[in-house]
Nanobody
Framework: QVQLVESGGGLVQDGGSLRLSCVAS????????MGWFRQAPGKEREFVAA????????FYADLAEPRFTISRDIAKNTVYLLMNNLKPEDSAVYYC???????????????????WGQGTQVTVFS
């Protein structure tokens, strides 16, 4: 079955950087859209960024640009989220998700995603 495993979270100082990784397995992901979402305590889960599996299209929430960059390595079946200039308000659990029916339109909608990882905690302290 499809598995998404995130890593790379941790504790970082205000202004620091982290790179999150999401290793996907269980099938080929050609035609998929891969997304990153986050959820802070007491808040709704929100869209951060997404990328088509072929890498031709990337999408960002306003909260992510220009500090965050999403990318993927097809050979490693891995999607990355590079986060620079982190702020305390970026503290959250970050989730990787896979949408099997990429259409370039619904990338920010959680309900469109078919598979989710377990999440990785990011904590930014000042």
């Amino acid at each position: 079955q499809v598995q998404l495993v995130e890593s790379g979270g941790g504790l970082v100082q205000d202004g620091g950087s982290l790179r999150l990784s999401c290793v996907a397995s269980g099938r080929t992901f050609s035609g998929y859209c891969m997304g990153w979402f986050r959820q802070a305590p007491g808040k709704e889960r929100e869209f951060v960024a997404a990328i088509s599996w072929n890498g031709s299209s990337t999408f960002y929430a306003d909260l992510a640009e220009p500090r965050f960059t999403i990318s993927r390595d097809i050979a490693k079946n891995t999607v990355y989220l590079l986060m620079n200039n982190l702020k305390p308000e970026d503290s959250a659990v970050y989730y990787c998700a896979a949408d099997a029916d990429y259409n370039g339109l619904t990338y920010s909608s959680q309900s469109e995603y078919d598979y989710w990882g377990q999440g990785t905690q990011v904590t930014v302290f000042s």
